[in-house]
């Protein structure tokens, strides 16, 4: 295909937001290079919550259908208190009449990233290259944009038509195109721990997903096909060695579910939480998508869901552009005002407000705050509009109206 150019669209970073979007292009007609620093895709803990939009839109791939037989469906979450036992949970059916999968998929995300590098294999118009990762961005002109790749036969140059950088927080495509990341880093880390001890025999009636609010420790518990993955807070200046010990998660876990001996570890993380977006999501035909645009504390799901959408509305742009339907600049404009002002108006606004919610220690204001989800989860109204918003069906629906 000559649009954009003769060169590829490169997509940098093999994960959920880069392989997505590389799969879109290929199939389309578009020639693509996805470029992925490691050897192999890493299995590690990071997102697993699908929200409806984004099964949606990826049911437009036709991976859906590999993604729920390689995950959970959970038609109904919690916010739960564990010092008085109240349990508030969301009944997903409330918005079937409003997306074709009402409920959340567990699926950790390195299995969509598999899948997509699989299904660009079978695809003569793309490239996957592994052990290449971006060095820096050198410069770009009219028709494209020359990037230096480190490789295992050393440093290469790549051109490309357009560059998008999808490779996370630490994008090197946004960092040397001298685009800022504005906003904050939290004082405390996230540690995650897996262990397929059933802890439902503790926790009663414990949902797919669950939000646990505890004046001493609160966490998020989630299951993973036969996993469950719970998210603890930690204290800052804690080394890292000390949170990642057995000792430590074993604490953690005994505290949220005692039992005899010890637990069995799974995976376990420990990453550094961020509000941040980039000032930009567009420097001529370099483009950001996904944690190297913006991210956010997990706390609600909705750092990976809002790259997916950033990855589907980029390539919306692109065969605009190709079909004549939109004007190149235009079009690639509105993509920058359509996500960022999303991720800044939204995304930003909602996580900062789960995290306060989840970690308020005064007693009356968790009482006040667990009577008010059981409110809404009790009244059928107000849980349709709940979750319209926490699914993020109303937010991706009102991106497409910023212009």
Known sequence: MAFPGKDPIIICGAGPVGGVTALYLAREGFN???LEKEKVLPEDLRA???HPPSMDMLDRLDLMPRLI???LIVPRYQYRDRRTGEIAEFDMSAIKDETKHPYRLQCEQWRLNKICVEELSKIPNAKVLFEHGVIKVLDQDATGVNILVSTPEGEKTLRGSYVIGAEGANSMIRQTSGLTYEGMTYPEKFLVASTPYPLEKFLPRLSGVNYVSDPDEWCVVLRCNNL???LFPTVPGDA???LLSDEYIQDRLHHLAPKQGDYEIGHRTLYNVHQRVANTYRKGRILLAGDSAHI??????MGMNGGLHDAFNLCEKFLGIRDGKAEENAALDLYDRQRRLTATKFVQEHTIANKKLMEEKDPDAQKKRQADFMRQANDPALAKKFLMKTSMINVVRESYTIQ
């Open 32 to 34: 693509v290079i996805l």
């Open 296 to 301: 956010n504390n997990p706390l609600g799901g």
């Open 69 to 71: 037989a390689l995950g």
């Open 48 to 50: 697993s919550t699908f």
């Open 240 to 242: 890292n060695e000390k």
């Open 228 to 230: 469950w993955r719970v």
